[in-house]
């Protein structure tokens, strides 16, 4: 957990800056996710939408990670399909636009996360179970039927290391039966130019110790890059995968701060 010198000092300032934010932000952004929320529009966005995103771009800077967003995400009905480094990626992603996450039913249980990821519609299944999968499927389904984002972690959980890891191709069902486009999303951290192995869970650490670890470790910067959306057509889901995972991966292996070209300057 102790990471540096300045950990206490980080736990201070960030924790109390944090439980603020807990204790009173998450009252205004839970309320507006209602149909009144949803309804008043300032701009382009609805009251619901903007209080979103700002609590979840501050909660990611209370854990010492500062969103660089690149591209835009597409319109829905969109499957948004991301790599998966740790539990703050719902969060960055929810800093920039609306979309159901399809989570494991463990975040359910996680304080105060749990509470903005009800409140965004995040579809919860159980790892293992048939049925589950199958409800967490339709609820997606809807959805998507509805105009929405639907938003999966394909590598099939968090895993260490720096690299992005296999696509699984179950869940790009939704696409096939959906016929929706497909935006691959790229999210990787660095810091001084360098990727961090440790923004993932370390071997033996629960929820609770990789809260506190974040808290007390330096800045990093947390870049999101959403990718060109393509039309599924007629490919098989493993055809999906395999294009989703190589835009990623492209723009992953790309360096530091510099996504490819096409995508222009970061947005934050």
């Known amino acids: 957990m102790w990471t540096d010198a300045l950990s206490p000092l980080r736990w201070l300032l960030r924790g109390s800056g944090f439980l603020l934010h807990a204790t009173l932000g998450v009252i205004p952004a839970v309320l507006a996710q209602g149909r009144m929320g949803q309804a008043i ?11 979103m995103n700002w609590w979840s771009g501050w909660t990611c800077r209370f854990f010492g990670l500062k969103p660089t967003i690149y591209g835009k995400p ?20 929810h800093s920039v636009a609306a979309m159901s996450f399809i989570a494991k039913a463990e975040i359910s249980r996680w304080p105060v996360m749990r509470t903005l990821a009800n409140a965004g519609g995040t579809i919860y299944h159980q790892r293992g179970s048939h049925d589950s999968q199958h409800g967490a499927l339709a609820q997606a389904m809807q959805r998507l039927a509805d105009g929405g984002r639907v938003a999966i972690f394909p590598e099939g959980g968090i895993f260490g290391g720096t690299d992005v890891k296999r696509f699984h191709a179950r869940m790009f069902k939704l696409a096939q039966d959906s016929g929706c486009a497909v935006q691959p999303v790229m999210i ?81």
Do not use: C
């Open 41 to 51: 529009r300032i701009g382009d966005r609805s009251l619901a939408l903007i209080l």
């Open 74 to 93: 597409a319109d829905g009905p969109v499957l948004i399909v991301a790599n998966h480094l740790s539990w703050a990626d719902i969060q960055a992603l």
């Open 188 to 268: 990787r951290n660095d810091r001084d130019g360098a990727r961090n192995p440790e923004i993932t869970f370390l071997p033996g650490e629960n929820f609770l110790m990789n809260l506190i670890r974040f808290m007390g470790r330096p800045s990093s910067r947390a870049e999101v890059a959403f990718l060109e959306p393509f039309e599924p057509g007629d490919l098989p889901r493993k055809a999906l995968a395999n294009r989703a995972e190589t835009a990623v991966r492209e723009a992953y292996d790309s360096p530091a701060g510099a996504p490819p070209a096409w995508l222009g300057e970061a947005l934050t």
